[in-house]
């Protein structure tokens, strides 16, 4: 079983690289507008194509996945990950970039269908702590980036390289990977709940749908958040423009701390389906003084908590319905993850026709509606949890 721990170090190692990936052509706006003899809007559709490619193939990846195995995708998908960083910037024609776009967004349902189970599986007693990692090297990742792309600029390096950094990581861990034994089907039962009994079958059309609705809500909150929270500060409270982009910086910090602190207290006394329902009850009271603060200190610190209780919310949903549905963990991540997907190519159009119509306010007004939606699923999901795990109600069925 240690040996197999080597798989989950290989996966975390492709979402540090990752999480510098999937804003790579936001990031690189600038060069590739001009590389491309094209606007912000051309590409803003690489990463639309990029997303459609994610969103077309997670839930046949995932299912996949199931079948023949999670190392074939995780391999797979850090290779071609690899090969969509290279060929952007290496693309002799904005149509050659599309097809490399879409071949990220494959390379990302491929790395989700598999890197999601293998880590579950990796570590059967604490699942939630070891998806809720695999956040922090993405928020790592996404850190790192910028400071990258800066040096890059400073010292006139070819733009190109902030592509191929993670590429080469990413290529270094794709032969390590292959190199190493992944969990076998004997973890796979194991990961099960870490021996937990249920006392009657969990029911998708339930419990499933909604951790399905948290898989939306969640990452919803974070790609609004994420957009509009400068925004809000800026035209509504009527912050500076470089204090109120300052603000992402608070809230990303906030995320940070969140993780790891949510990792240690899941490996000790919390419960993952405690997490669902408690974050987004305070992130709900953290917008709403958001919205109504009157001081910058208090700006700040509701930033600040907003990013704490966004941050992992998805991925432990995607720890809970693999407990529940542990044969298929494979399928339930491809479910969930195009949710998640729906949620990240539909909110921004969504807040833009809202803001046509109203101002800023009128999109957290719209995030507030989405964050009570998200409780109520938590709700629903926590109820059917107390009520599966039930000792005594097991023992008299088992009785009976």
Same mark, same amino acid.
């Given at each position: 079983?240690?040996?197999?721990?080597?798989?989950?170090?290989?996966?975390?190692?492709?979402?540090?690289?990752?999480?510098?990936?999937?804003?790579?052509?936001?990031?690189?706006?600038?060069?590739?507008?001009?590389?491309?003899?094209?606007?912000?809007?051309?590409? =803003?559709?690489?990463?639309?194509?990029?997303?459609?490619?994610?969103? +077309?193939?997670?839930?046949?990846?995932?299912?996949?996945?199931?079948?023949?195995?999670?190392?074939?995708?995780?391999?797979?998908?850090?290779?071609?990950?690899?090969?969509?960083?290279?060929?952007?910037?290496?693309?002799?024609?904005?149509?050659? +970039?599309?097809?490399?776009?879409?071949?990220?967004?494959?390379?990302?349902?491929?790395?989700?269908?598999?890197?999601?189970?293998?880590?579950?599986? =990796?570590?059967?007693?604490?699942?939630?702590?070891?998806?809720?990692?695999?956040?922090?090297?993405?928020?790592?990742? =996404?850190?790192?980036?910028?400071?990258?792309?800066?040096?890059?600029?400073?010292?006139?390096?070819?733009?190109?390289?902030?592509?191929?950094?993670?590429?080469?990581?990413?290529?270094?861990? +794709?032969?390590?990977?292959?190199?190493?034994?992944?969990?076998?089907?004997?973890?796979?039962?194991?990961?099960?709940?870490?021996?937990?009994?249920?006392?009657?079958?969990?029911?998708?059309?339930?419990?499933?749908?909604?951790?399905?609705?948290?898989?939306?809500?969640?990452?919803?909150?974070?790609?609004?958040?994420?957009?509009?929270?400068?925004?809000?500060?800026?035209?509504?409270?009527?912050?500076?423009?470089?204090?109120?982009?300052?603000?992402?910086?608070?809230?990303?910090?906030?995320?940070?701390?969140?993780?790891?602190?949510? +990792?240690?207290?899941?490996?000790?006394?919390?419960?993952?389906?405690?997490?669902?329902?408690?974050?987004?009850?305070?992130?709900?009271?953290?917008?709403?003084?958001?919205?109504?603060?009157?001081?910058?200190?208090?700006?700040?610190?509701?930033?600040?908590?907003?990013?704490?209780?966004?941050?992992?919310?998805?991925?432990?949903?995607?720890?809970?319905?693999?407990?529940?549905?542990?044969?298929?963990?494979?399928?339930?991540?491809?479910?969930?993850?195009?949710?998640?997907?729906?949620?990240?190519?539909?909110?921004?159009?969504?807040?833009?026709?809202?803001?046509?119509?109203?101002?800023?306010?009128?999109?957290?007004?719209?995030?507030?509606?989405?964050?009570?939606?998200?409780?109520?699923?938590?709700?629903?999901?926590?109820?059917?949890?107390?009520?599966?795990?039930?000792?005594?109600?097991?023992?008299?069925?088992?009785?009976?």
């Amino acid at each position: 079983m240690m040996k197999s721990k080597f798989a989950a170090i290989g996966c975390y190692i492709n979402y540090l690289a990752f999480g510098m990936a999937y804003i790579m052509i936001a990031q690189n706006m600038t060069f590739l507008t001009e590389k491309f003899n094209t606007d912000n809007a051309g590409v =803003s559709f690489l990463v639309s194509a990029y997303g459609i490619g994610r969103l +077309a193939s997670l839930y046949l990846s995932g299912a996949a996945s199931d079948k023949f195995g999670r190392k074939p995708f995780v391999v797979l998908g850090a290779i071609f990950c690899a090969l969509f960083l290279i060929g952007i910037p290496l693309s002799p024609n904005y149509g050659i +970039a599309l097809a490399f776009a879409v071949l990220g967004g494959l390379a990302n349902a491929f790395l989700d269908a598999g890197t999601y189970p293998t880590l579950m599986e =990796s570590f059967p007693k604490a699942a939630g702590a070891a998806t809720v990692i695999n956040k922090a090297f993405i928020s790592v990742g =996404s850190l790192i980036l910028p400071f990258m792309i800066s040096f890059f600029i400073n010292h006139n390096i070819y733009f190109g390289w902030s592509f191929f950094v993670p590429a080469i990581i990413l290529l270094a861990s +794709a032969v390590f990977l292959f190199t190493v034994k992944f969990p076998s089907s004997e973890s796979r039962a194991e990961g099960k709940t870490a021996g937990a009994t249920y006392s009657e079958k969990p029911k998708f059309h339930i419990e499933g749908l909604a951790l399905v609705g948290i898989g939306f809500t969640a990452p919803a909150l974070l790609y609004l958040m994420n957009i509009w929270l400068p925004v809000y500060a800026q035209e509504v409270l009527g912050m500076q423009l470089t204090s109120s982009l300052k603000l992402l910086s608070y809230y990303n910090i906030g995320a940070f701390i969140s993780v790891i602190a949510v +990792a240690i207290a899941l490996k000790t006394w919390l419960k993952p389906v405690h997490v669902l329902l408690g974050y987004p009850i305070i992130s709900a009271i953290a917008t709403f003084a958001f919205m109504n603060a009157t001081s910058t200190a208090l700006t700040i610190a509701c930033a600040f908590v907003i990013g704490f209780s966004l941050a992992g919310v998805m991925q432990l949903a995607l720890s809970v319905i693999c407990e529940f549905f542990w044969k298929n963990k494979g399928r339930m991540t491809g479910i969930l993850c195009t949710a998640t997907s729906s949620a990240t190519a539909g909110i921004p159009f969504v807040t833009g026709m809202i803001t046509r119509y109203t101002d800023v306010s009128g999109v957290f007004v719209f995030s507030l509606m989405i964050n009570i939606l998200g409780i109520l699923f938590a709700i629903i999901v926590n109820v059917r949890y107390r009520k599966l795990t039930n000792p005594a109600r097991a023992c008299v069925e088992q009785a009976a």
